[in-house]
């Protein structure tokens, strides 16, 4: 049974970083595309970044160019390094495979960002 929980959100000023971990349990990290997804209020969750297990990594065009998706496989966690963040990065974010399956979403963590 996988089991994800993601930590690290908060509250952040416009322009400041935060970096969200996700820790992987009934699964290495290693054996699979994992993804970073987020839900704005009012908003469908969208897709964010993604890890392939090779290890390539893809953004959406929102978030490319600050948000640097990475892994640690001896710690079976999955980690989103958010930087010059902005008012409309503000929403719930989730770890999931890639694709996601349904019934591996989590509680998620908030992601505020605001002065």
């Known amino acids: 049974q996988v089991q994800l929980v993601e930590s690290g959100g908060g509250l952040v000023q416009p322009g400041g970083s935060l970096r969200l971990s996700c820790v992987v349990s009934?699964?290495?990290?290693?054996?699979?595309?994992m993804g970073w997804y987020r839900q704005a209020p009012g908003k469908e969750r969208e897709w964010v970044a993604l890890?392939?297990?090779?290890?390539?990594?893809y953004y959406a065009d929102s978030v490319k160019g600050r948000f640097t998706i990475d892994r640690d496989n001896t710690k079976n966690t999955v980690y989103l390094q958010m930087n010059s963040l902005k008012p409309e990065d503000t929403a719930v974010y989730y770890c999931?495979?890639?694709?996601?399956?349904?019934?591996?979403w989590g509680q998620g963590t908030q992601v505020t960002v605001s002065s």
């Open positions: 999931n495979l890639w694709p996601a399956t349904s019934r591996y």
């Open positions: 890890i392939s297990s090779s290890g390539s990594t």
């Open positions: 009934g699964s290495g990290v290693s054996r699979n595309a």
